[in-house]
């Protein structure tokens, strides 16, 4: 039951993260003497969260995935659709944070990731929400079952 779409993501991302992580750690390093007091503690701590979200957010896609664990799977689609998505449009789109080109470019490929992973992801949790549920319900009724013709034996 899992999903194929959603583990290339998965895959691709995670192939990703390290040049995007190295490409934003250089930017803030070129711009950080032109930004203010402010912006520069604000854009170190949104980025410090950045990593380690996205750490954290693709070992739980990749467990809840591969295992088909819905808590793991549930986890990982909240962190990508609640915290890695705003924080991305935040850093991409907020013209205080002095955006340059490369910025630009690597964020705009990380949200094609990010907006591919809510939506397939979405469905990877029904799906195997649904599947386990139903694994559930026929290992209760063979409990159910059994439990019966021991009683009436």
Known sequence: ????PLQMCLYFNASYSPL????????????????????KILLTAVLVVMIVVEMTRLYLGYAGNLTEKVPELAGFWMLTLFLQFPLHC????????LIL?????????????????????????????????????????????????????
């Open 1 to 4: 039951m899992s999903s194929l």
């Open 20 to 39: 995007w992580i190295g490409i934003r750690m250089g930017c803030l390093i070129y711009k950080f003497s032109e930004l203010s007091q402010l912006y």
């Open 90 to 97: 935040l850093c991409t789109f907020s013209k205080d944070f």
């Open 101 to 153: 080109p490369w910025e630009i470019v690597t964020d705009m490929i990380m949200m094609v990731f990010l907006v591919l992973e809510i939506i397939i992801g979405y469905f990877a949790v029904k799906v195997i929400a649904n599947h386990q549920a139903l694994k559930f319900k026929l290992q209760m009724v063979k409990y159910n079952t059994t439990s019966t013709e021991t009683f009436l034996e």
